[in-house]
């Protein structure tokens, strides 16, 4: 600990921040706590956990660029991802609307914002007074809900995929499935 500002300032002019160093000390103090066992007679502390700091700056390193990898294979995916047209919006199976009124009102409410207004976690977040990370899950638990409700109303239907769904009106599975 008597070396803490060396060893910051050693950090910081090997990444891009403060922050950043700061965060990689922390982790290298951890490291050193549980490997502190490895430290050899002829060594000295300082020598040896300046080796975890420049092993950890290259960790940082590589995980920022794998980050940045994964990152660009999602924002290609979402250039090349075209919206469905505005007539497949109105294909929406009958039961599927009339499944969401059997939900609690807080699910129900959450997926016509989110999938239905295609409003963002935000939006219901401000909307029912909770933070966007409960919304996120309110949205998981409805999606869960809904889909049982789904295979409760559809059986058959619901297994195959059936996008021409007609059991809630015939009251039998009577779907094709697969089809478009």
Known sequence: MDHHRQFLAFLQTRVESRAAAEDILQAAFVKGLERGAEVRDEESVVAWFYRILRNAVIDHYRHRASTERAMEGWGKEFVTQEAPAAELKNEICACILGLLDTLKPEYRDALRTIDLDEGSLNDLAAQAGI??????????????????????????????????????????????????
């Not at 058959?156 to 089809?179: F, I, M, R, V």
């Open 131 to 180: 933070t966007s990370g409960n919304a996120a899950v309110r949205v998981h638990r409805a999606r869960e809900a809904l889909r049982k409700q789904v295979r409760v109303v559809c059986g058959s239907c619901a297994e195959h995929g059936c996008l021409d769904c007609h059991c809630q009106s015939t009251g039998s599975a009577s779907c094709q499935p697969g089809k478009t």
